[in-house]
T-cell receptor, first 113, second 111 residues
Framework: SAVISQKPSRDICQRGTSLTIQCQVDSQVTMMFWYRQQPGQSLTLIATANQGSEATYESGFVIDKFPISRPNLTFSTLTVSNMSPEDSSIYLC??????????FGPGTRLTVL | GNSVTQMEGPVTLSEEAFLTINCTYTATGYPSLFWYVQYPGEGLQLLLKATKADDKGSNKGFEATYRKETTSFHLEKGSVQVSDSAVYFCALSVVTGKLIFGQGTTLQVKP
């Protein structure tokens, strides 16, 4: 399986600011996804990151709040904009293969004060 | 729609006890089924998977069988260890490749 890294691993931010999370994969992959895991909760898909085009967002998530870039087949970023304490979560990227199996990065633990 | 339901936790067991975590699903079409594990402070790791009915996924002593007739994918292990303490997530994937997760079950194993 691909090796996935995320930066930063954790951060503490002030409300009203923005944070950009990077996801790097060690091989080219077709499918990349971003998930949110709120404290003590399960994972919720934010969006599918599409290479060379706009991300596909799930219901309840919008581009203005969670802009996503995917400039190539090994890299993607997720920005959490105009943060509030409700945005405190773990944000995870994942990559998918042809067998519909997804592998996850280590996550970014975000605390908003 | 597509959904996954897991038994509520936490599940507390003594070391070497038998483990079952129930998972049932609702899906259109033919989903693939997965169990992921999240150890404290870490990301998700794929534990096992099954892609069609009657397939059995297995890894590290854990097993789960894809039961289409009961729409279930229960996780089992014959003898748990303290190191198995974690949160376990059942998930399904449909043709779009999206993963839909259950709510997670916390397992605590006491020595």
């Amino acid at each position: 399986s691909a090796v996935i890294s995320q930066k930063p691993s954790r951060d503490i931010c002030q409300r009203g600011t923005s944070l950009t999370i990077q996801c790097q994969v060690d091989s080219q992959v077709t499918m990349m996804f971003w998930y949110r895991q709120q404290p003590g909760q399960s994972l919720t898909l934010i969006a599918t990151a599409n290479q060379g085009s706009e991300a596909t967002y799930e219901s309840g998530f919008v581009i203005d709040k969670f802009p996503i870039s995917r400039p190539n087949l090994t890299f993607s970023t997720l920005t959490v904009s105009n943060m509030s304490p409700e945005d405190s979560s773990i944000y995870l990227c994942s990559v998918g293969n042809q067998e519909r199996t997804q592998y996850f990065g280590p996550g970014t633990r975000l605390t908003v004060l | 729609g597509n959904s996954v339901t897991q038994m509520e936790g936490p599940v507390t067991l003594s070391e070497e006890a038998f483990l079952t975590i129930n998972c049932t699903y609702t899906a259109t079409g033919y989903p693939s089924l997965f169990w992921y594990v999240q150890y404290p402070g870490e990301g998700l790791q794929l534990l096992l998977k099954a892609t069609k009915a009657d397939d059995k996924g297995s890894n590290k002593g854990f097993e789960a069988t894809y039961r289409k007739e009961t729409t279930s994918f229960h996780l089992e292990k014959g003898s748990v260890q303290v190191s198995d303490s974690a949160v376990y997530f059942c998930a399904l994937s449909v043709v779009t490749g999206k993963l839909i997760f259950g709510q997670g079950t916390t397992l605590q194993v006491k020595p």
